[in-house]
């Protein structure tokens, strides 16, 4: 009985894969062949990967998209790090407050949040009113809940406070003892949470749309007129953007993996 | 002034008056318990030694020094806490190193003392495993080692032991005891258990609610308990009121209650031979409880009296319930409280 119910539950699961990944293996064939209006396609090409590749557009857009990324994860990180560590150890009421806040980009929309700051900042002639500053400052917003949240569960797993009373005995400062003791116990909620961000801001077309101006150009921005030019090359913008978020999560998965292995490799022997 | 001396101690939390003016002393070299019930403010009293916690007020002095307000990590002080606090992401080695470390010690001579305190706590072999593959005896003890290998002034115990099974547990009062004494450091250590303190320490400070009761030797603690809280917690005391006790015995025992330790009654079946000093009277054998190395034999007396009283059990029952029996003991060693 529990054979037959493991059996079924991987024909689910096959099943669901196969219903997902359909659309991917559709377009990534579709990307690949002069034509497809038969049931079998024919006349394989790498002619639009070679066209998008060569398009130095394409490429710029490829940096810009891993710039306007990484840099709010950057930040976003090392200020809810920062925020986190002073309210735990020096106001544990504000605690409550702090959540508050960082969860309310939740509700907000991508259109209203962008509107929103091109009102307040647009008009104004300070540095905050930069295309780019916007533009990051809004990605940060957008993320904070979720690196928030990665980062607060991975402390409420260790008992952050006695840890670093501990490193304090010893003779550390507490702020080096958060760096050296408590972030290091945490990394693997800070890279599921960077990983939620980067998918996030890998999607977003609509903020980078209302923000940003016409020479910062992330790669939706640039599927989005693909598709106005060709739809075969649209598809293969769409592969490339399919790949690189693969390619991301595989090698922070492996970094996470290999990290713990080697720690039980070398406790082992 | 005492190696460690704390002076009118008061810590206040919101409005929980948790230590009351302490005055405590501890000398150089020695292993002071601090004992009482739960939430009576042992853990409180150690952290503010510590500087985890700010005194409300009051001065405490380490070495002749003043250390009220200094912070944490300049007070020389060493401490193990009652939950694990091994640092997860760092094996044995490093956990222990950590602290020498962060005084720019060579690495060659880090290394070495390193290795020479996992020999001491018995661990040399677990020196490269993480803390989540240890055992939560081995935990502590590396806890120990991290603690003791800085040379500390002052080393902390707060419970280490409470979450150890009581045969390792018994081990290790008994090495950490050893260990202190080996290497001379100046220990205060917290316990809740009566028998750990009588075992560790060269001084027992009993607490209760905020304030020290009573501070002796683990002998003067055990036989001659101040108060009856004192009688309550340790030993296994009779506490009968001395109205009852003075009725029964013929005798004229100050004060308000009698502390009497059951190991001191000794029952017979024929009346003993009347002397200077000893009481005696007959009663009823009422029940017996077996504690292994000896049987508790509860005793009526007239006017509703009841004494425990211990008898080392060799191979057999001498007494069993309904029998009369005559009970005596030492009128210099029945404490009127
Ligand atoms: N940070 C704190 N904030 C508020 N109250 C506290 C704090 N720490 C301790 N207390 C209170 O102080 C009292 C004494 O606590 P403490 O931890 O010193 O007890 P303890 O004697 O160590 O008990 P145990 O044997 O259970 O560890 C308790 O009533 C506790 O609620
Ligand atoms: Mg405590």
Same mark, same amino acid.
């Given at each position: 009985m529990r054979k037959g119910s493991k059996v079924s539950s991987n024909i689910i699961m096959t099943l669901v894969t196969v219903w997902l990944l359909i659309p991917l293996l559709a377009t990534i064939i579709y990307s690949l062949f002069e034509d497809w209006t038969g049931i079998i396609p024919h006349g394989f090409t790498l002619a639009n990967y070679q066209k998008i590749f060569t398009d130095t557009a394409f490429l710029t857009s490829m940096y810009q998209t891993l710039l306007v990324c990484v840099i709010p994860?950057?930040?976003?990180?090392?200020?809810?790090?920062?925020?986190?560590?002073?309210?735990?150890?020096?106001? +544990?009421?504000?605690?409550?407050?702090?959540?508050?806040?960082?969860?309310?980009?939740?509700?907000?929309?991508?259109?209203?949040?962008?509107?929103?700051?091109?009102? *307040?900042?647009?008009? &104004?002639?300070?540095?905050?009113?930069? #295309?780019?500053?916007?533009?990051? =400052?809004?990605?940060?917003?957008?993320?904070?809940?979720?690196?928030?949240?990665?980062? #607060?569960?991975?402390?409420?797993?260790?008992?952050? $406070?006695?840890?670093?009373?501990?490193?304090?005995?010893? =003779?550390?400062?507490?702020?080096?003892?958060?760096?050296?003791?408590?972030?290091? $116990?945490?990394?693997?909620?800070?890279?599921?949470?960077?990983?939620?961000?980067? =998918?996030?801001?890998?999607?977003?077309?609509?903020?980078?749309? $209302?923000?940003?101006?016409?020479?910062?150009?992330?790669? @939706?921005?640039?599927?989005?007129?693909?598709?106005?030019?060709?739809?075969a090359e649209a598809s293969a913008v769409f592969v490339v953007i399919m790949l690189i978020t693969f390619a991301i999560t595989a090698i922070v998965l492996t970094l996470q993996s290999r990290s713990t292995l080697e720690k039980i490799r070398n406790g082992g022997k | 002034?005492?190696?460690?001396?704390?002076?009118?101690?008061?810590?206040?939390?919101?409005?929980?008056?948790?230590?009351?003016?302490?005055?405590?002393?501890?000398?150089?070299?020695? *292993?002071?318990?601090?004992? &009482?019930?739960?939430?009576? =403010?042992?853990?409180?009293?150690?952290r503010?030694?510590?500087?985890?916690? @700010?005194?409300?007020?009051?001065?405490?002095?380490?070495?002749g020094q003043e250390i009220t307000d200094v912070v944490p990590r300049r007070r020389g002080i060493g401490m193990v806490f009652q939950q694990y606090s091994l640092f997860p992401n760092m094996n044995v080695r490093d956990n222990v190193a950590y602290g020498l470390k962060l005084k720019k010690l060579p690495k060659a001579e880090i290394n070495q003392k390193v290795e020479q305190m996992l020999d001491i706590v018995g661990l040399s072999e677990k020196i490269s495993q993480y803390p989540a593959q240890l055992s939560g005896g081995q935990q502590? #003890?590396?806890?120990?080692?991290?603690?003791?290998?800085?040379? +500390?002034?002052?080393?902390?115990?707060?419970?280490?032991?409470?979450?150890?099974?009581?045969?390792? #547990?018994?081990?290790?009062?008994?090495?950490?005891?050893?260990? /202190?004494? /080996?290497? &001379?450091?100046?220990?205060?250590?917290?316990?809740?258990? @009566?028998?750990?303190?009588?075992?560790?320490?060269?001084?027992?400070?009993?607490?209760?609610?905020?304030?020290?009761?009573?501070?002796?030797?683990p002998e003067q603690i055990y036989t001659r308990p101040a108060t009856k809280f004192a009688a309550t917690f340790i030993g296994n005391y009779n506490l009968p009121t001395a109205a009852d006790f003075n009725r029964a015995f013929h005798t004229d025992i100050p004060g308000?209650?009698?502390?009497?330790? +059951?190991?001191?009654?000794?029952?017979?079946?024929?009346?003993?031979?009347?002397?200077?000093?000893? *009481?005696?009277?007959?009663?009823?054998?009422?029940?017996?409880?077996?504690?292994?190395?000896?049987?508790?034999f509860a005793v009526e007396f007239e006017g509703g009296l009841t004494l425990n009283a211990d008898v080392v059990y060799e191979n057999k029952l001498d007494f069993g319930e309904g029998d009369r029996v005559f009970a005596a003991m030492k009128k210099d060693l029945v404490i009127g409280l």
């Open positions: 994860i950057v930040i976003t990180i090392l200020v809810v790090l920062l925020g986190l560590f002073v309210v735990t150890v020096y106001f +544990p009421k504000l605690e409550k407050y702090m959540q508050i806040l960082c969860m309310i980009p939740y509700t907000i929309q991508g259109v209203i949040l962008s509107v929103s700051i091109l009102i *307040l900042y647009a008009k &104004g002639d300070t540095v905050l009113s930069g #295309r780019m500053t916007m533009l990051i =400052g809004a990605y940060c917003i957008i993320i904070l809940p979720h690196i928030y949240n990665g980062i #607060r569960n991975g402390m409420r797993a260790i008992n952050m $406070n006695m840890l670093l009373e501990a490193a304090e005995m010893l =003779g550390e400062s507490k702020l080096k003892a958060f760096f050296k003791v408590i972030v290091p $116990n945490i990394l693997t909620g800070i890279t599921v949470s960077s990983l939620l961000a980067v =998918g996030l801001l890998f999607g977003d077309y609509v903020i980078i749309r $209302n923000l940003s101006s016409s020479n910062v150009n992330n790669m @939706q921005k640039f599927l989005y007129q693909a598709m106005k030019r060709s739809s | 002034m005492a190696y460690i001396h704390f002076e009118k101690i008061n810590k206040i939390f919101g409005t929980n008056h948790v230590l009351k003016d302490i005055d405590l002393d501890v000398e150089k070299g020695q *292993l002071v318990t601090l004992l &009482g019930p739960s939430g009576c =403010g042992k853990s409180t009293l150690l503010c030694l510590a500087g985890l916690e @700010q005194v409300t007020d009051g001065h405490i002095y380490l070495d502590q #003890r590396v806890a120990l080692a991290r603690a003791m290998v800085t040379a +500390p002034k002052v080393l902390l115990l707060d419970e280490p032991l409470s979450a150890i099974d009581a045969l390792l #547990r018994k081990n290790l009062q008994i090495e950490i005891r050893r260990i /202190q004494q /080996q290497l &001379g450091i100046t220990t205060i250590f917290v316990t809740h258990d @009566q028998d750990e303190a009588m075992v560790m320490s060269d001084m027992i400070h009993l607490f209760h609610e905020g304030k020290i009761e009573q501070s002796g030797t308000q209650d009698v502390a009497v330790r +059951p190991e001191i009654v000794t029952l017979t079946k024929q009346a003993p031979k009347a002397e200077d000093g000893l *009481l005696v009277a007959e009663g009823t054998i009422t029940s017996h409880i077996s504690h292994g190395n000896l049987i508790r």
